[in-house]
């Protein structure tokens, strides 16, 4: 069992770029592959990266890519999303998810951190 919790959301304009990180607390946190997910006002919750536990494989969604990139580092039970060229569609909740696989099924889930980007 691992619990998740994200940091390093915030404000930001257009074009600008954050790191997000999120700190799993558990014996077993290089085990897992690790996911972000988003979720923006309104809309459902939807896919942005996945990674894999050793972080030789990693899967983005089509409106992250070459803007986006996911990283871990297992000595500090961390994963990492760099964010740039942000849009303000990039606006929501961000959460951190573990699974079995960088495929999922995602069995354990942060309570998120706020992005919001400005125009």
């Known amino acids: 069992q691992v619990q998740l919790v994200e940091s390093g959301g915030g404000l930001v304009q257009a074009g600008g770029s954050l790191r997000l990180s999120c700190v799993g607390v558990?014996?077993?946190?290089?085990?897992?592959?690790m996911a972000w997910f988003r979720q923006a006002p309104a809309k459902e919750r939807e896919f942005v990266a996945s990674?894999?536990?050793?972080?030789?494989?990693?899967n983005y969604a089509d409106s992250v890519k070459g803007r986006f990139t996911i990283s871990r580092d297992n000595a500090k039970s961390t994963v990492y999303l760099q964010m740039d060229s942000l849009k303000p569609e990039d606006t929501g909740v961000y959460y951190c998810?573990?699974?079995?696989?960088?495929?999922?099924?995602?069995?354990?889930w942060g309570k998120g951190t706020l992005v919001t980007v400005s125009s």
């Open positions: 990674i894999r536990w050793n972080g030789r494989s990693t």
């Open positions: 998810a573990a699974g079995g696989s960088a495929l999922g099924p995602w069995n354990y």
């Open positions: 558990g014996r077993t946190f290089s085990t897992y592959g």
